[in-house]
């Protein structure tokens, strides 16, 4: 059974850092892809930043270009995000997600359409 457990979320003044962890397991066949999303009140879930099977390539929304970080450590089976130089806007609910490597085709990650499994969210709250 697939399981994401997503950790590290809370409240911190703009300009700050948080770092997210994601807890990965079940994948007898490996994933494609893992990736974190976000879903701020009334918005729809967006992608945030994609690492591809091994961890050598990654990709990010333009939103957080350059302030944000994925990475993965492999043995530990865990993917993280290091936020920095937060914004008010970066307030939500982050998710991680990812992508079964059982499944046809090689999309990009950053769509919902394009995840197979979900972790509950962890609140991530931004104030000015």
């Known amino acids: 059974q697939v399981q994401l457990v997503e950790s590290g979320g809370g409240s911190v003044q703009a300009g700050g850092s948080l770092r997210l962890s994601c807890a990965i397991s079940?994948?007898?066949?490996?994933?494609?892809?893992a990736a974190w999303f976000r879903q701020a009140p009334w918005k729809e879930r967006e992608g945030v930043a994609v690492?591809?099977?091994?961890?050598?390539?990654?990709y990010y929304a333009d939103s957080v270009k350059g302030r944000f970080t994925i990475s993965q450590d492999n043995a530990l089976n865990t993917v993280y995000l290091e936020m920095t130089n937060l914004k008010p806007e970066d307030t939500a609910t982050y998710f991680c997600?990812?992508?079964?490597?059982?499944?046809?085709?090689?999309?990009?990650?950053?769509?919902?359409?394009?995840?197979?499994?979900w972790g509950p969210g962890t609140q991530v709250t931004v104030s000015s």
């Open positions: 997600a990812a992508r079964s490597s059982r499944l046809y085709g090689r999309p990009r990650c950053m769509s919902t359409d394009d995840i197979s499994d």
């Open positions: 079940g994948y007898i066949y490996g994933r494609y892809c």
């Open positions: 690492s591809y099977r091994g961890g050598d390539t990654q």
